[in-house]
């Protein structure tokens, strides 16, 4: 039965990582759609080039968030918690996207993992270890702060920016930062790879090792080209109500903030993969970073209704993925115990 789980596991993790493709390909480049840097299909073809790249380049994060601060119960116990997450953070993701609002991947799971863990707990399995200090110190804390160093920092370097071009034309000026959008898009999309993917990653050396197919301390090659290729597909076929959403829904956004929202999430993200392996979501530090960007030219240009709209999103997601996985792992746990 083991085995059938970890199969399951795998397909969910697979699916997990095309949605996260599907839904993220506008997050990444919508900007630079709407600033008409890029064309569409070109903007889809670089963000899965960058996707699949950023997905290969980083491994570190994987093994932190697979070994230290997440350890599932071996055997069909720590499977069906896993797929009990990822469930929930698929349904969740679908929805949201189908309402074309912008939504963390990243907390669909540490919510669905924390609901699966709590309802193993109490039909008598065994725990999900990770639920201290350090989780919520480095897994936590930096998706809950990220968006808020996103909108402030965004909204206060378009200042410097500003004032660095202010003896330019503004045709030129446009014209120029166009330019450098289609670079900081790349940007995105390779820090999207970096974060984003290791969380498929991490999830797949969870199931492994839960299933005993895999040992600690490495991740099977596998294992990363499976989540690239996912990725990358679900990136190709790309959907793009959410990328309506944050380019002409939620502030008003020209190249020269465009740029400055993108420099920065590729900034961010960089650093969180790259220098801290901590995880940041990149739908919630992008969509920060243009709402910062845009209202440094005047709060009225923001549609605030849309904004709280995104705001309940964010709230309910971690709330809602664990309610489902709670749910789920309570009808699979007559399973677990029989194998």
């Not at 199969?7 to 949605?19: E, K, Q, R």
């Not at 609901?115 to 639920?131: E, F, H, I």
């Amino acid at each position: 039965m083991a085995i059938g789980f970890f199969a399951l596991v795998v397909a969910l993790a697979s699916g997990f990582a095309f949605l996260n493709g599907f839904r993220d390909v506008s997050t990444a480049v919508a900007l630079s759609v709407r600033t008409r840097a890029l064309t569409p299909s070109v903007a889809v073809v670089l963000a899965a080039v960058f996707n699949f790249a950023g997905v290969l380049l980083s491994g570190g994060f994987a093994l932190i968030f697979g070994q230290a601060w997440v350890v599932l119960p071996s055997g069909t116990g720590g499977l069906s918690i896993l797929i009990s997450a990822l469930v929930g953070a698929i349904l969740w993701g679908v929805y949201a996207w189908w309402r074309g609002v912008p939504l963390s991947s990243t907390h669909a799971l540490v919510g669905g993992l924390v609901g699966a863990g709590a309802s193993s707990v109490v039909t008598g399995g065994s725990p999900v270890n990770g639920a201290d200090s350090v989780f919520l110190g480095q897994v936590v804390l930096p998706l809950v702060v990220s968006p808020i160093i996103a909108f402030v920092g965004a909204y206060l370097l378009v200042w410097p920016v500003t004032w660095a071009a202010r003896y330019t034309q503004p045709d030129v000026m446009h014209g120029r930062y166009r330019h450098a959008q289609s670079v900081s898009a790349a940007a995105v999309a390779l820090g999207h790879g970096l974060q984003d993917g290791q969380r498929t990653v991490a999830v797949l050396l969870l199931g492994a090792v839960a299933a005993g197919v895999s040992g600690h301390g490495e991740i099977p090659v596998w294992i990363i080209l499976l989540t690239a290729g996912m990725l990358t597909a679900g990136t190709l076929c790309g959907g793009w109500r959410i990328s309506y959403t944050l380019g002409y829904k939620l502030t008003r956004v020209d190249p020269l903030r465009g740029f400055v929202a993108q420099s920065l999430t590729s900034l961010m993200l960089f650093v969180g993969a790259i220098g801290l392996h901590l995880p940041l979501s990149t739908t919630h530090t992008v969509t920060s970073a243009v709402l910062g960007a845009g209202t440094n030219q005047n709060f009225s240009v923001t549609n605030r209704p849309m904004v709280l709209r995104i705001l309940g999103f964010w709230v309910l997601t971690p709330i809602v993925t664990a309610a489902v996985a709670f749910v789920l792992q309570l009808a699979l746990s007559p399973l677990t115990k029989q194998g």
